[in-house]
């Protein structure tokens, strides 16, 4: 059974940055896409980006507009998601959500309700202005 570990999140102030990582125990070969999603007080689990796990393949939601980036290392069996310029409305928990018969695009599409493989904990982000 793999399990994801979330790490990285903490309090940042408004513009600056933090590195969100999602650390799979063990990396399924069936395992395709690695997905970050978050849920702020109060509001539904929303989908924030997405990547393959060779790196080939991203995709994110419209709100990011180029301040976050996904990336994977496949030999740490980790997948990173960088925020810049963050915002208190970015104030959330994350999570990871990993499936082997999905596109990063289709996560995308299907945002948090489709039954993943796995999910991690979450890990708490909060932006104060």
């Known amino acids: 059974q793999v399990q994801l570990v979330e790490s990285g999140g903490g309090l940042a102030q408004a513009g600056g940055s933090l590195r969100l990582s999602c650390r799979a125990s063990a990396r399924s070969s069936t395992t395709s896409a690695v997905g970050w999603f978050r849920q702020a007080p109060g509001k539904e689990r929303e989908f924030v980006a997405a990547?393959?796990?060779?790196?080939?393949?991203?995709h994110y939601a419209d709100f990011v507009e180029g301040r976050f980036t996904i990336s994977s290392d496949s030999a740490k069996n980790t997948v990173y998601l960088q925020m810049n310029s963050l915002q208190p409305e970015d104030t959330a928990v994350y999570y990871c959500?990993?499936?082997?018969?999905?596109?990063?695009?289709?996560?995308?599409?299907?945002?948090?309700?489709?039954?993943?493989?796995?999910w991690g904990q979450g890990t708490q982000v909060t932006v104060s202005s």
């Open positions: 990547i393959n796990w060779n790196g080939g393949f991203t």
């Open positions: 959500a990993a499936d082997s018969n999905v596109t990063p695009q289709a996560m995308g599409m299907m945002g948090p309700d489709y039954v993943y493989d796995h």
